[in-house]
């Protein structure tokens, strides 16, 4: 018999609607049990898309209910410290949406606090379970390209318009693509390659009449190779999303994982036999060495899907397996991001600590 653990979703703006609440419902033993939500849209969406849950306006009924056992941060990131912190004290489990916190010393109070209270804490670090990063990870495990030299990762939207009334656009603690999109690219790289030795960063706004930063590059520098992490706002035409060159061989990877797309179109992964499998066209292309004979073709890409995250929080919860995004690796995304910030700012390489 499958354990129910009832989950408290704080926020259902696009985050919630389109990145939590479908994988929540998509997890045997995951019970949606409320959803916090502000505006009136949201509050009847919230209700239409998902009638066996409780809609409140206010976190402290979350808090409160002693029958929800996880609760879920998807609000802006300025509130995720506090939010997180008064779950914990409230004895619930956590998962916070990226990016984790917006300094690492709030990070490590929440990783205390959470080992003082004995409960899970994780972070929505969902790129994990993009079809495509799952491919490129295919291909470094398998020393397909030999010794890597060099790792270039892009997340670029064209977007020149400043969208108005969403705290994305304003000039607040947390705010900009680096904290966005960056923890992302972040996040993959480490999971791949570990902690860097140092930190350079090209960061700044490039939309007319923009508040926060909305470009950047940032080059995490490894003992033989680096990695070189670009997003941006104002890239109409895409180049590749994955570049890997190796002594051996390299690999590109056009297109962008087709789940986010596939869920503000309204499909879910519940309805869909093949969710978070690529087209064809998106298959990355391979050019390499392998024992002595060259092979240059396209590579089958994983199938991505983001319900694998909600998986592993709910079998850690009960114990079963070991938690997949750990806390200390999203502080270390956040460690990143703050000396990639001083690294702009003074305009040299920064070692990592």
């Avoid at 802006?76 to 912190?85: D, F, G, I, R, V």
């Avoid at 480490?190 to 700044?204: K, M, N, S, T």
């Avoid at 570049?243 to 990877?253: A, E």
């Amino acid at each position: 018999m499958t354990q129910t653990i009832n989950v408290g979703l704080i926020g259902f703006g696009m985050s919630g609607r389109i990145f939590h609440a479908p994988f929540i419902s998509n997890v045997p033993g995951l019970s949606l049990k409320k959803i916090k939500a502000n505006r009136p849209e949201s509050i009847e969406l919230a209700r239409q898309r998902y009638p066996d849950a409780v809609v409140v306006t206010n976190e402290q009924e979350i808090f409160e209910d002693a029958t929800i056992d996880l609760v879920v941060i998807a609000t802006a990131n300025p509130t995720h410290y506090s939010l997180a912190k008064a779950a914990f004290l409230a004895n619930k489990h956590v998962l916070v949406d990226k990016p984790f916190t917006i300094t690492s010393t709030e990070a490590d109070e929440l990783i205390e606090l959470a080992a003082e209270k004995n409960k899970v804490l994780t972070i929505y670090q969902n790129r994990r379970w993009d079809s495509d990063f799952k491919t490129v990870k295919k291909v470094l495990d398998a020393h397909l390209l030999g010794n890597l030299v060099e790792y270039e990762a892009h997340f670029d939207r064209f977007r020149n318009a400043i969208k108005p009334d969403t705290w994305k656009e304003e000039n607040l603690p947390g705010s900009g693509i680096l904290y966005d999109l960056g923890s992302h690219l972040i996040d993959q790289a480490l999971v791949l390659f570990g902690e860097p030795q140092e930190v350079f960063a090209d960061i700044r706004s490039q939309r007319t009449g923009s508040q926060i930063p909305d470009y950047f590059e940032v080059t995490l520098y490894y003992e033989n190779f680096k990695a070189i992490l670009k997003a941006g706002m104002l890239v109409r035409e895409t180049g590749p999303h994955f570049i890997l060159h190796g002594d051996q061989g390299s690999f590109i990877k056009y297109g962008m994982d087709v789940q986010e797309t596939a869920l503000k179109a309204g499909s879910y992964p519940s309805e869909s036999a093949d969710w978070g499998m690529e087209p064809e066209d998106q298959w990355g292309i391979l050019n390499t060495e392998i024992q002595g004979m060259h092979y240059r073709g396209k590579i089958t890409s994983e199938a991505g899907d983001y319900s694998g995250l909600y998986n592993n929080v709910y079998n850690a919860i009960l114990g079963q397996e070991e938690l997949e995004v750990k806390p200390e690796q999203a502080r270390n995304t956040i460690r990143i991001i703050e000396l990639a910030m001083q690294s702009s700012h003074e305009k040299r390489r920064i070692k990592y600590s």
